[in-house]
């Protein structure tokens, strides 16, 4: 399943290495004012290769329109945009075609589909999340004038949680050749409260979904998560009194709907598993061989996720609004 | 939305204080043996009553098989499970008609939709599992001839992960009228590789959202979890030589799609909202209130989420399974 | 699939000769008035033995609402309705459970699952539009506020189209022991414009797939029809003054979406496949036999399939009306 | 909605003078060997200018693939076919842009969406068609080594049958300014018995909903059609011998699934609206105004719609042919 939402419908397409990456939006309201200068800034700060710490593959990742917007307005029509891929040095991958990475999707790629584009991870690699971001970015256009607004911000690198520490132990794994892990936390801000379904269509449910389909996360947390697991119910209940709710550790959901409360979201995200250090792996033949993978890659994938995160936040709320759009247009008589 | 799954379709119904709840299923494999006695045993389970620990309520809880099954065998049409509601005290309920009970979904139900069934959580109520459980039932029935076995536990509660110790907490809170939080870890044993689907349809957000959509669940995490956050790349791949994956880091699951070893989950319950001890709320005009919420209530809800944990488990596993075989039963030629 | 629509999804289950069959609504707007007393008259109007012309299976066919509503309300949770079966009689069907009956499901149905309920026809039974009817109940419930209704007719019976005669050809079928086939017509009158999709989502497209859903319709026209083909394109338009549309060759639909003239559309009915005169056919072991259905049948099912057509209809059009409050819902700012 | 399909998921994008059409095809089985050689061909067979009597619009209409596929092979991952649009003369269409075209989908859509992209008919022009021959050839190379073959041909042209007839139809039209409708009729062979879902998810509620789907199609018969209405059931019933089915009144569906037999669907193709011919109509502030369409336009879009029409026919087969593989895929044990 490439298609993200069941009312701003996004499906993504494109590998790595191959002609382009790109997303068709279908769903979007009409009459949104859209321009491709709402949508590069996304990308801009999605990109690789702006800091000695991140991979160094340097792509001008110009997004085009193709449809679904007629003088400078959405018009209801699917939204297509398209990136053309540029920097594809794909013979930096020919060792790996029969190579199973530890800690990648190749493996079980492999033995899914019995075959796979092996170059840069194909269609499982992170540059796919390029189509989320550009998708993100045309729902962000559309909630802004709602006053929703999101942000991101990684709190916690291989333990580390100061920005000068963080980034120390960003530069010690790129020194050993390894890579290390970090925490991410999203809030979204201004959404009106009743945003979700019960049941299964729980905003809460939604958000971990989106959010652990984001590779290298391997878990997430809404309001105090885990911590909730040591509190007591009278510890944990935010009280409410006549100005609303005099705390917010339930992160904004309660019962899958939303509160009207800041919605607050952490991942964890595991370490960047292509590392220059020697691992024990086996080939497509199953025989046993060592790997170092060299290319370009970051050694904490993190700051990276942040505007992924970000985007998948304002996918799953603008599906929301608009499944809540259904019952302010439809009055009852 | 009340269904949950793409090819296992399950659509629950049903209120705490109603009539019924129940699912009916489709997309059911034909010609697995099932019977009511295949389904019964996981509701005794889930069903509360059973120790002093757990809420009072005490129901037969006999489920019917309405459609779908013919002389003992799936026929491939939807098979409905039906159970009825008999231990109702409705009236316990009466003094929070207009009360929003602090850590409840009262408030956002009915900002959501301006009216609700507010007799012990209506819908949002954790009898609705009850329909999860029964649906869970019928999955694992389908899964077992694999080889596919689930098995949930407790691991912690509130900080403690001693059985006694873990119990001690318990009694505290219940005589304290408050309520504890704790930890549920769900293993899957036994699932080939190849399961879930890239980008959307991973089946880690498949899980994190089947997990995260159990009320009172606040965090998911698959295998390291929030630790692969403190780990180097080093230590969080998996090792892999001739006789396949040397650890288990992943928590079975690579790129979205299972490696073929354990699924490893784990979910943070929080306490139980309904807590005797005095909280500040508001009523539906606005007015301050304050509230102690008596009825029956579990001062731990996570023992009673393990059953439930286990069948959303076998729902997404199934799922990806049927989704799976579609691949399996074509040939390309 | 065993489940109808989009935004008022309804899943339908039952056998004919099981316990019950029922149907489960997801998305009803919250707030409106129901009661079994809106549904009950639907399925009464549906119900066979009401004419000599008719089946005689005799059952109540009481509806219960076991889910959904309180004190009188949609609450916005899954409306689950259910009638038991209570006139099976199973037996007349045992000498039919190794035999294809000539225009009926049994062989496909063999094909596709490797085994099937034979008694009655099982799923694929006219029963289980009761189920249909009760759903397209209570979308007509929320739909009459707004000005819209529905109402079908039988329009032609084996050629003929005066009523008289229309019976006059039923009852020779009867009397000779076969069946005829006929056309319905429905309309819609007082939908808004704008209801439907454009391209895949079209409202013609989505009525075409419903109709053609229902057992023995072979063929589904709106407008003019196949009549179109045979005007000139001066003759089909419908031309506009400012008064709105001058005719209705299109019958109430342009581009896929509608026109707010009245919907007209027309099925055909194919004779119903049981006769008891003689047919040749083959049984599950493929040798060659002769058979005569006998039990309860219709002469012609065109009468019954009104109510159906009617519902199915009312299900198409809800589904259409709240995708189209999500953009009176949503205020571009 | 602009997607087609539950597993083979098309979802087509792109306006008649905007920059491209395109589609992204989800779900397509991996290892199949496709290259653009395959699309190519239908395209050219869709694309107009060819004759005098079709539209100029004069395009290369040369298909890229973008993703999915890998050294010849699909990989599982989406694949994105891109169409450029060239021949883009939006000039033709500006006296159109506040005007509403009779017979056209130009009410409607701005009813619906507020606003519309007038050129060309924008998303609902019959350009978009292109999208779906590119999918259906898509679909057509996995089917073909199946043996499943798939062709359609104009069987009735304003009332003509014969080939010269119908050309000397279409001719008349065209000097008189005006426009004529016709009769399309495409048969599917080699499909396997077991295609196509109970209830709702029929194999001819699918194709009708498909072919009702295409622009200008009014109506959509399967196997005898409307025909049935007119036959008694000894008639119409298909007999079995030992050898398989003695006649095909069905058309190659039973109870919504397929028989085995050709599948056999006919569609009414209204006139083109588009006529020379001076019509009545109003234009987007309510004033009366008179319209005689210019451009460029097919007096008789039928023989257009054959490509587009084998093409739905193809895609709703290989979905149900891949849903069906579930089956097989799935061993009860």
Redo the contacts between chains.
């Keep these: ?4 939402g ?2 701003f ?1 996004c ?5 790595s290495h ?5 997303v ?1 939006i ?1 769903g979007c ?4 004012p859209l321009a491709e200068a709402d949508i590069q800034p996304y990308l801009d700060r999605r990109r690789p290769g702006k800091s000695p710490l991140e991979s160094a593959r340097m792509e001008p990742d110009r997004v ?5 917007v ?1 003088e400078g ?1 959405t ?6 945009l ?1 990136v053309r891929n540029q920097d594809v040095r794909s013979e930096d991958y020919d060792t790996l075609r029969d190579l ?1 990475r ?8 492999q ?7 092996h170059r840069g991870g ?3 690699s992170g540059r ?1 999340t390029l189509a989320r971001v550009a998708a993100g970015a045309v729902a962000l256009r559309c909630l802004a ?2 006053g929703i607004s999101i942000r991101g911000r990684v709190i ?4 580390a949680t100061e920005p000068e520490a963080m980034e120390a132990e960003i530069r010690a ?1 790129l020194k ?1 050749g ?6 991410v936390e999203v809030i979204a801000s201004g959404c009106p ?10 905003l ?10 984001i ?1 290298a996360v ?25 100005d609303g709710f ?1 705390s917010n550790h ?2 904004g ?8 409360e800041d919605i607050v979201v952490r991942l ?8 220059r ?1 020697i ?4 080939d497509t033949t ?3 061989r060592e790997i170092s993978v060299g290319g370009r890659h970051d050694p904490c994938i ?1 700051p990276r996720i942040v505007p992924v995160a970000e985007c998948m936040m304002a996918l799953v709320i603008i599906d929301a ?10 009055e ?2």
Tied chains: 1, 2, 3, 4.
């Design positions: 399943m490439n298609t993200f069941r009312n419908r499906t993504t397409f494109g590998e191959g002609l382009a990456v790109g068709v279908d309201p009409p009459g949104v085009e329109i193709l449809s679904g007629f307005r018009t209801g029509a699917p939204i297509a398209l199973f530890p800690g990648h999707a190749d493996y079980t790629w033995a899914k589909y019995g075959l796979r584009d194909g269609r499982s796919e004038p709602y916690e690198i291989h333990g794994a050993a390894d890579s290390v892990g970090g925490i409260a009743g945003l979700g379904d019960p049941v299964f269509g729980k809460d449910a939604a958000i971990a979904g989106a959010m652990m389909g590779g391997k878990g997430v947390e809404i309001g105090e998560g885990f911590g909730a697991a040591r509190l007591l119910g009278s510890e944990m209940n935010d009280p409410i009194d006549a005099l339930a992160g959901i309660l019962g899958g709907i939303s509160t009207g964890a995200v595991k370490p960047t598993p292509s590392i250090k691992q024990r792996t086996v199953g025989r046993e993190a609004m608009l499944e809540q759009a259904k019952y302010r247009g439809w009852v008589r």
